[in-house]
């Protein structure tokens, strides 16, 4: 039988996951991905937000990402920004199918590496962001932000107004 298991002893993981949830700190999002023999790896980590992280994806490789996302709330006077982490898997249209049968069972494994972790998204490549603030908006609670901030300029801002919708 295959060895389905995780090797996460790579040091770098849990630094980059630290550098990521820094209450203050820059970064946005992180990637990581599984190499020839199961071993985890950093693939990136960024700023740039969602788009950045989009763009590292690698469609022959299995990859878990963690993206920063702050529900915005602007009342004018006042505004609170809530983070959220959003877990995402993403499996490469290039990958084997025996490669794909073990992502869940690795998925959940990577997973427990990362606590405070709000909604985990399964990803292809045509995920928007729109995609992943509907999975917000399903596991949140009666209040909802005004936006959800997805990573550096308003292109990358969902916006939740009832009437106005969409992205802004």
Not at 54 to 72: E, N
Not at 130 to 143: F, P, T
Request: glycine content about 10%; proline content about 2%.
């Amino acid at each position: 039988l295959y060895n389905m298991s995780v090797d996460v002893s790579d040091p770098a993981i849990r630094a980059t996951w630290e550098d990521l949830s820094q209450k203050d700190g820059d970064k946005n999002w992180a990637l990581f991905g599984l190499n020839a023999s199961n071993k985890l790896e950093v693939m990136g980590c960024g700023t740039g937000g969602f788009n950045e992280f989009k763009a590292s994806l690698d469609q022959s490789r299995v990859a878990f990402g963690i993206l920063l996302v702050h529900g915005v709330d602007d009342r004018g006077t006042t505004v609170s920004r809530r983070s959220k982490f959003v877990f995402l898997t993403y499996i490469g249209p290039n990958m084997s199918v025996l490669k794909k049968a073990r992502v869940s069972v690795q998925r959940e494994e990577v997973q427990r590496l990362f606590e405070g972790i709000q909604v985990s998204v399964d990803i292809e490549d045509d995920v928007t962001i729109s995609d992943i603030a509907e999975k917000l908006l399903a596991c949140g609670g009666a209040h909802k932000p005004g936006y959800y901030d997805f990573g550096p300029g308003d292109d990358q801002n969902y916006v939740l107004d009832f009437y106005v919708g969409g992205d802004k």
